[in-house]
């Protein structure tokens, strides 16, 4: 059977030894709750061990983009797993959850168990800096489907929160003080953009504006924040959390809206990481549309009361967060800048 198989071009020997490649990875990320172990038909995580009285499941789903073909053009691969957590969980921890588990899908056109071990060491990586387990996944082998240097990823993340905590943004009130974490760079959205920002530029150069070579800038991973969430919303209530994703700025501060507020935002109170300058200058792209695209240095946004804005900063800067009052919520619908 198997030979027949190979011959149509799945190697399932291949993929037995990606499980085992796989397995010393997803073992680190292991948490109590865990019920078994990689290679069930499913993934068991007990949630009789948690202490809640009113347990909200909060579940998110996501892939990297097109970030995935930068990573074949530098054969880069044992990063763009930690883009692919952090981009599920950031989203699910800005309703207040603790994330719990995670579990991945790795399409590709040929099996080649080197390098789907390195992202799984990136997923495993990801997973260690939210909490999370990695509890399972899926690895599919379609020859005809992908090129056999190509493969694509999608995640889903499972995290609780008590239901007295869920942040919805109802209780966020104007006068509120807007509090932004920076980002680690362009993290994973607006990747069409870059490609063809830099489609003609040497990948492995540095140039004016760039401290690192350009392959270095544009594959940074997505910064993680559950963590440093979890430390605010332990001691103060959060009223509202966006996390700066798709469409930038204008798309997702309002998400965590309600009513007709808005907010008013000053950007001279964090620094532009410099790889979005860099692709803003190379690109001649207006600033507007860069804040449309891009998250410009901001990578979640919190709202909390003006009396709790400064043990809010002192907890985040404790965790290693660069942390900064960046706006205010006003009366007014939209995004406007000071």
Not at 319 to 325: I, K, L, M, R
Request: charged share 25%; proline share 2%; aromatic share 8%.
């Amino acid at each position: 059977m198997s030979n027949v198989y190979k011959k149509a071009g799945v190697d399932v020997e291949k993929g037995y030894e990606a499980v085992e490649r796989m397995k010393k990875h997803v073992d680190k990320t292991t948490r109590p709750e865990v019920i078994g172990g990689l290679g069930a038909f499913a993934g068991l995580f007990d949630l009789s061990k948690l202490d809640y009285k009113e347990p909200v499941l909060v579940s998110g789903t996501d892939g990297v983009g097109t970030k995935l073909m930068l990573a074949f053009e530098t054969n880069k691969h044992d990063t763009i797993g930690i883009d692919l957590v952090a981009m599920c969980v950031n989203d699910i921890i800005a309703q207040g959850a603790e994330p719990l588990f995670f579990l991945d899908y790795i399409g590709c056109g040929k099996n080649d168990p080197a390098v789907i071990e390195q992202i799984v060491k990136g997923v495993s990586e990801g997973c260690l800096q939210s909490g999370a387990s990695l509890i399972g996944g899926e690895t599919a082998e379609m020859p005809g489907m992908y090129n056999n240097e190509e493969y694509d990823l999608a995640g889903f993340a499972v995290g609780i929160v008590e239901k007295s905590k869920l942040i919805t943004g109802e209780s966020i009130a104007e006068g509120d003080t807007i509090i932004g974490l920076a980002s680690s760079g362009i993290h994973s959205n607006g990747y069409s953009l870059v490609r063809q920002v830099i489609k003609d530029l040497d990948l492995n150069k540095t140039y004016d504006g760039l401290s690192t070579t350009l392959s270095e800038a544009v594959m940074e991973p997505t910064r993680i924040y559950a963590k440093s969430i979890k430390n605010v919303t332990n001691k103060l209530t959060v009223k509202g959390i966006t996390h700066v994703t798709g469409g930038g700025f204008y798309e997702n501060f309002p998400r965590m809206l309600s009513g007709d507020l808005g907010v008013e935002i000053d950007k001279s109170t964090w620094e532009v990481p410099e790889i979005l300058s860099f692709i803003q200058k190379q690109g001649n792209i207006k600033e507007e549309e860069m804040y449309g695209v891009f998250n410009m240095g901001v990578g979640i946004a919190l709202v909390v009361s003006q009396e709790d804005v400064a043990q809010t900063l002192s907890i985040l800067k404790e965790s290693g967060e660069t942390a900064f009052e960046m706006g205010t919520i006003i009366d007014q619908k939209g995004v406007q800048f000071k």
